[in-house]
């Protein structure tokens, strides 16, 4: 069974950094994708950045392009995301994602979640 483990929220101000981390076990798939989505309160889970680990491509949603920055580190299983100039309304719960052949900006197609970590930034 997958686990995915996140660490890494907490609060910050308007214009700081965080970074995510999420550290996957229990899986044997060569070819996935691993990533980021988003849930702010009374809001739909959004995606946000995403990791194809079979070639390296990064994707990520246009609310976050050149502030966000999503990398790995094979040997660990780990994905993380650095999260530059942020934004009040980056606020929300974080979920770490992974699936063998998502639709990749889709998170209901996403078959394993980590439990989530707050991401809070004030104004």
């Known amino acids: 069974q997958v686990q995915l483990v996140e660490s890494g929220g907490g609060l910050v101000q308007a214009g700081g950094s965080l970074r995510l981390s999420c550290a996957a076990s229990g899986h044997t798939f060569s070819k996935y994708f691993m990533g980021w989505f988003r849930q702010a309160p009374g809001k739909e889970r959004e995606f946000v950045a995403v990791l194809s680990w079979t070639n390296g491509r990064a994707y990520y949603a246009d609310s976050v392009k050149g502030r966000f920055t999503i990398s790995r580190d094979n040997a660990k299983d780990t994905v993380y995301l650095q999260m530059n100039n942020l934004k009040p309304e980056d606020t929300a719960v974080y979920y770490c994602?992974?699936?063998?052949?998502?639709?990749?900006?889709?998170?209901?197609?996403?078959?394993?979640w980590g439990q989530g970590t707050q991401v809070t930034v004030s104004s």
């Open positions: 994602a992974l699936d063998p052949s998502p639709v990749v900006t889709i998170a209901k197609t996403y078959r394993s």
